[in-house]
């Protein structure tokens, strides 16, 4: 059974959005050729920080916007089949995933829930720049994806809105 009475603000919400809705005839396709792989968390808005629109772009989001290897995989989906020719990765300030070492989530968690987490990697960044420049090259270096695949990074910062290309370290 559907548990209604948890989601029912989630479900009213969704009625109301349909109301108005009106089918753009989207493809799937990314008509910009775009895939954005960002953080999951809920202060990033990546369509509007980019300028685009619904059907413009890919969105891939996980916690710290780390290039795992289900993001190689959806990349691969996305640039044989969905039209993307171009990938930005942006992870974002104070994110939650760069507070702190794999060791002290894992305890964190453990303390808040008494759930041990440690047979999951967590996939924390120390230094913010040294994981996009290693994400970055894993994508560039994947043996799947196509050679010409231009991949660029970017930080964005929650306060201004603002992307910050990133030239390296």
Known sequence: MFPNDVFADVISANQEFAKDFEDQKLTGRAKQGLAIITCMDSRINPLAMVGMNPGDVKILRNAGARVTDDVLR??????WLLNVNRILVIPHTECKMASGTEEQVHKAIFESSGIDTRSIEIRTVIDQEAALAIDIQR??????????????????????GLIKPFNGI
């Open 74 to 79: 959806t990349l691969v989906l996305a640039t």
């Open 139 to 160: 994508i560039r270096s994947f043996h799947l994806l196509p050679e010409n695949i231009v991949v660029g990074g970017a930080i964005y910062d929650v306060h201004t």
